[in-house]
């Protein structure tokens, strides 16, 4: 049996559309698990939507839909993005789905039953936009956060959970689990939260003034908090029917604006105390900037990734995104660096080895790939064959560091287009007597492109296919593993079609974001 990888990401919430932000967390989901299918390993990759809550509620009254009509529409929206994006997820969630809600009841029952939730009367500050109970501690000089919206002054009854009880063993288990939060200096920010009292979790919302949630089962007029019903959705959809089969996650992808205190305080203890296994690891990439500039919806400055998908491609996107960020670290975005990268890296390095390779077998050798005597090679077509570069691609990819990976990669591709130069094909052929040694270089040349198919699948997954499908190579589960990537004779004797610009010459405007 193979060895298996089961990936969640964070779930989006439906009351706005799809940004660049949301964009990139799920192609680096996607990016991580083509990996491991790469590596021939079982995969289950689970992401979807978030959309109970007030915000949510607010929204569909804005708009003249009742709630679950408002759901449908927004979730639609992420769920066509992620199709075009060309995600290959198992199953997209949506925690209005019956079988999650039944699951959330049954783990509140549970935890109610232990003694672990109270009733109480509760006065303190509320933020809507935040949709949680807030302290001053949480002001900055005095003044709350733009991230809490408008902050009011309320009193009302609602449950708890005995979240403080445990603060003393989630401090004990970040501890003694180094490997448990990516990168390292998250850990240490949840750490040092730690250090502060964390106080019990108000786990309901009155229907008097939120209705759009999953009732309590032992209070029927009261709704579960939104962050507690999402947060159970990743263990809850892992299998329908048997919640618990395919947890524990070995990776859930989430970004740091939402690492403290939901998924590295709530999270963790809510697993303990209903006895599951905690998943091995939080991994937490950084925001998108533009310009410099947090991305802000009250600021104009969110980017559409639709239309950077229209006019270049899927693949385009994803390969920006991957190259540009630092697992971990912030970003810049800016359509200049966006051009740069497609006509540079995607046109004229990867776009120019596959059209002038396959166009030289079309135009000396009538489309079909020569044939490749090993004793015919020299140290100029060896260096093609290294195994290095696949090596220090998995290397790179299995240590989270994706960029890397692809510098790696693209420093490979150069070398194939200097192989070109340095070979001179036009030259060859204009000589009768050097038709040996340019067979030699079009078979090194179509296997170099072939190989790198491989190599770049799981970021560039369209562009493979493309590329196996002028290859006249089938695609299949087993395509694009990496084993694939050693060099060999694979394609001895195959035609190979006309080759079509992969990522054609586009003439933009000198402008700045398609914005949201």
């Not at 509140?108 to 009733?119: A, C, N, P, R, T």
């Not at 790198?452 to 997954?461: D, E, F, H, N, Q």
Request: proline residues 6%; aromatic residues 12%; charged residues 25%.
């Amino acid at each position: 049996m193979s060895q298996r990888f089961f990936l969640t990401t964070a779930i989006d919430y439906v009351n706005g559309r799809p940004h660049l932000g949301h964009a990139y967390e799920k192609i680096l989901a996607d990016v991580m698990v083509r990996h491991r299918r790469s590596l021939g390993e079982e995969v289950f990759f689970l992401t979807g939507v978030d959309e109970h809550g007030q915000k949510v509620q607010q929204s569909a009254q804005k708009a003249g839909l009742t709630s679950q009509e408002f759901c449908d529409q927004t979730s639609a929206l992420f769920r066509d993005l992620w199709a075009r994006l060309g995600l290959s997820n198992d199953r997209f969630v949506r925690t209005t789905d019956q079988p999650h809600k039944d699951y959330v009841r049954a783990c509140l029952q549970k935890l109610y039953d232990k003694g672990e939730i109270y009733f109480k009367e509760h006065e303190g500050f509320y933020s809507a936009r935040a949709e949680q109970f807030v302290t001053e501690k949480d002001q900055v000089d005095g003044v709350w956060p733009e991230i809490y919206g408008e902050v009011v002054k309320t009193k009302e009854p609602n449950y708890f959970f005995k979240l403080a009880a445990y603060q003393d063993w989630l401090r004990q288990y970040v501890t003694d689990h180094p490997e448990f939060i990516f990168p390292s200096f998250r850990r240490n920010e949840v750490l040092a939260a730690l250090e502060n009292p964390i106080g019990d979790l108000c786990i309901s919302r009155p229907k008097s003034r939120l209705e759009w949630g999953i009732p309590l089962p032992f209070a029927e007029d009261f709704v579960t908090y939104v962050w507690f019903d999402a947060l159970i959705n990743y263990v809850s959809f892992a299998d329908p029917g048997l919640p618990t089969d395919k947890w524990p996650a070995d990776v859930h992808l989430i970004g740091k604006d939402i690492l403290i205190p939901a998924h590295a305080v709530y999270w963790p203890i809510m697993l303990k105390a209903l006895g599951l296994e905690q998943p091995k690891q939080l991994v937490v990439h950084g925001w998108w900037m533009n310009r410099g500039a947090k991305m802000s919806k009250s600021v104009g400055n969110v980017v559409d990734p639709e239309p950077y998908i229209e006019t270049f491609g899927p693949d385009a996107l994803r390969y920006f995104v991957m190259r540009e960020m630092s697992l971990g670290q912030d970003a810049d975005f800016t359509d200049e660096k966006f051009i740069q990268r497609y006509q540079s890296d995607l046109g004229n390095d990867l776009g120019n080895l596959v059209q002038r390779s396959l166009s030289m077998i079309g135009r000396y050798r009538e489309g079909s790939v020569p044939a490749r005597p090993a004793e015919a090679l020299t140290d100029l077509d060896r260096e093609l064959e290294s195994d290095e570069p696949t090596t220090l691609f998995r290397e790179a990819m299995e240590s989270k560091q994706i960029h890397i990976a692809l510098q790696h990669l693209w420093a490979y591709l150069q070398k194939a287009n200097q192989y070109v130069e340095q070979s001179a094909p036009w030259k060859l052929a204009k000589d009768p007597a050097l038709a040996p040694r340019l067979d030699v270089v079009l078979a090194t040349l179509a296997e170099t492109v072939r190989r790198v198919a491989v190599l770049t699948a799981s970021v560039l997954p369209h562009t493979s296919e493309k590329i196996y499908a002028v290859l006249n190579l089938p695609v299949t589960a087993e395509s694009f593993r990496l084993t694939e990537a050693a060099f060999g004779n694979r394609l001895e004797g195959k035609p190979v079609q006309p080759p079509t610009p992969l990522f054609p010459r586009i003439e933009v405007e000198k402008e700045e974001g398609k914005k949201a």
